[in-house]
């Protein structure tokens, strides 16, 4: 099993501040690894696959870069819609989640 | 525009099986480019993925799940479902439906879109 670590555990970040996220592999998954953002209630939204591919419909200020074992979600300047938990996922091998990163008004 | 839409019991007692159902609109589920997937969500924890169906039947599943777990899909009504036998309270969960693009070699990928969720309660 691949494990997957985000750091950190939560964040705190004003609007219109930049949120960096990161997300570690216990071993390499190359750039098989997407984002998602969830908030409460619902579903997990994809926001990011290919370590760094927009899906569609996301804004441009979510970005991903990585690739291997270390991955960041950067969201450049953060709008009162972004506050919610955003969570790593690898599909090199079986799917694994990482725990998530909760992103809270500071 | 597709949708996934999860249904079944929402209180399943200690031992028994659990069992939900996936319904699929405005793709075929026998499309061919998609794996139709199962996630779980314990309250207030991460995700979880249980496995896969792709419309032929072929199935793969977590491997920590795969002795109680059983994917079916129903393609004349556009719908998989879930089977999870010999459940625990560990098994309270919001479980997810989802597609998944299938990868080159049949390789796993992302998972989009999911259904809203449906919460299963474990208890006598």
């Known amino acids: 099993e691949i494990v997957m670590t985000q750091s950190p555990a939560t964040l705190s970040v004003s609007p219109g501040e930049r949120a960096t996220l990161s997300c570690r592999a216990s071993?390499?998954?190359?750039?098989?690894l997407a984002w998602y953002q969830q908030k409460p209630g619902q579903a997990p939204r994809l926001l990011i696959y290919?370590?760094?591919t927009r899906a569609t419909g996301i804004p441009a200020r979510f970005s991903g870069s990585g690739s291997g074992t270390e991955f960041t979600l950067t969201i450049s300047s953060l709008q009162s819609e972004d506050f919610a938990v955003y969570y790593c996922?690898?599909?090199?091998?079986?799917?694994?989640f990482g725990q998530g990163t909760k992103v809270e008004i500071k | 525009q597709v949708q996934l839409q999860e249904s079944g019991p929402g209180l399943v007692k200690p031992s028994e099986t659990l069992s939900l159902t996936c319904t699929v609109s405005?793709?075929?589920?026998?499309?061919?480019?998609?794996?139709w997937s199962w996630i779980r969500q314990p309250p207030g924890k991460g995700l979880e993925w249980i496995g896969y169906?792709?419309?032929?039947?072929?199935?793969n599943y977590n491997p920590s799940l795969k002795s109680r777990v059983t994917i079916s899909v129903d393609t004349s009504n556009n719908q998989f479902s879930l089977k999870l036998s010999s459940v625990t309270a560990a098994d309270t969960a919001v479980y997810y439906c989802?597609?998944?693009?299938?990868?080159?070699?049949?390789?796993?990928?992302?998972?989009?879109?999911w259904g809203q969720g449906t919460l299963v309660t474990v208890s006598s």
């Open positions: 290919g370590a760094s």
């Open positions: 405005g793709d075929s589920i026998t499309s061919g480019s998609y794996y």
């Open positions: 169906i792709y419309y032929s039947g072929n199935t």
């Open positions: 996922q690898q599909y090199n091998h079986w799917p694994t």
């Open positions: 989802a597609r998944e693009l299938i990868g080159s070699g049949w390789s796993y990928n992302w998972f989009d879109p």
């Open positions: 071993q390499s998954v190359s750039s098989n």
